[in-house]
């Protein structure tokens, strides 16, 4: 996703992970219960300058949202990098989508 993206390309994009996210919120879980599991699609993860493009967030909010438990954790991927599952990140846009959304406008 761009940095050029306007407001209403940015709040299709957030209903559509939404969507995605409740499609796959079963699978998601089975996984949670068993790491193991096969999943139905692979996992994507992002790096730091994705997650700023995504969210519109920098890089101190980031992590300090994490730190205070408000946004998915950093997973390391090798000893000198860490990334972030992009389903979790889309998840969290979702729910901020989802409470920012008057109640009238959720029915």
């Not at 299709?12 to 219960?33: C, F, K, N, P, V």
């Not at 967030?57 to 000198?80: C, D, N, S, W």
Request: glycine share 6%.
């Amino acid at each position: 996703m761009g940095s050029n993206m306007n407001y209403d390309d940015n709040r299709r994009a957030l209903r559509r992970a939404s969507i995605e996210r409740s499609l796959s919120d079963e699978a998601t879980e089975r996984s949670r219960r068993d790491p193991t599991a096969v999943r139905e699609r692979p996992i994507r993860m992002l790096r730091l300058a994705q997650v700023i493009d995504m969210t519109g967030l920098g890089k101190t909010k980031i992590y300090e949202l994490q730190a205070g438990g408000a946004f998915p954790m950093r997973v390391k991927i090798t000893a000198h990098s860490v990334g972030w599952i992009e389903d979790e990140v889309q998840a969290w846009l979702a729910e901020r989508v989802q409470a920012s959304t008057p109640v009238a406008v959720r029915l």
